[in-house]
């Protein structure tokens, strides 16, 4: 049901990192209360209630935007439901309000060399906070650099954005264009351009690049980008 939610994009073609370590002991089994907006809900944690804030996620606000509203309502699906907190070393929390990684079920862990790993696959399927990004519903949050998980989500934001997922379904990425950067004369050319027959050395480069770098269009071949 779980992996159901929403449309829940599973088959990801993202630069794969390093598996993660993992400590299942060291999860904590919440019972899902109540949401608060789409990226905190009250749990029932060891008999206490506490506030949860999902960890290293950047969410639109539900009340004026469309992809916000379907973070909540992802979140909601998961009220008088069981779900398995962990947390981040670089995050302090108190006894009352936590930031966690919030798994719908227990992951799958592979064995290697004594020590328990969790698999990028794992991550993109299971925890509800990477679920919101490569489903387009969320951003990775800038200010949780040192993360555990934070290049994973990197790299399901960048699949998101490339496949024009959620929030990114309108993105528009101008397309690369390469030109010939001539160094000594100062400008950049079309392939084609009778001055790159006089010069000795040339370099090819993106036009937005050659731009940043401080070459001119060449005056003869009038390169369109």
Request: hydrophobic letters at 45%; a neutral charge; proline letters at 4%.
């Amino acid at each position: 049901m779980r992996r159901a939610m929403i449309g829940l994009i599973l088959s990801l073609t993202v630069v794969l990192f390093s598996n993660f370590v993992f400590d299942e002991s060291s999860l904590k089994k919440a019972f899902v209360e109540s949401v608060i907006d789409n990226e905190t809900f009250i749990a029932i944690v060891d008999g206490n209630k506490i506030k949860v804030k999902l960890l290293g996620v950047d969410v639109e606000d539900w009340t004026m935007n469309y992809y916000g509203a379907q973070a909540l309502k992802l979140l909601q699906q998961t009220i008088n439901k069981i779900v398995y907190l962990e947390f981040d070393n670089a995050v302090v929390t108190s006894d009352v309000e936590v930031f966690a990684y919030v798994w719908l079920e227990l992951p799958n862990t592979i064995q290697e060399q004594g020590k328990t790993y969790v698999t990028q696959e794992e991550i993109s399927s299971k925890m509800l906070n990477a679920l919101l990004i490569v489903n387009g519903l969320a951003y990775p949050e800038p200010l949780f650099a040192g993360l555990k998980y934070i290049k994973v989500f990197e790299g399901l934001e960048k699949y998101a954005r490339t496949n024009l997922i959620g929030v990114w379904k309108n993105y528009y990425a101008p397309p690369r264009v390469s030109v010939f950067v001539t160094p000594s004369l100062g400008y950049y050319h079309v392939s084609t351009c009778p001055l790159l027959q006089t010069i000795n050395w040339s370099f090819i480069a993106d036009y937005l690049d050659a731009q940043a770098m401080g070459y001119k269009p060449c005056p003869l071949c009038r390169p369109k980008k």
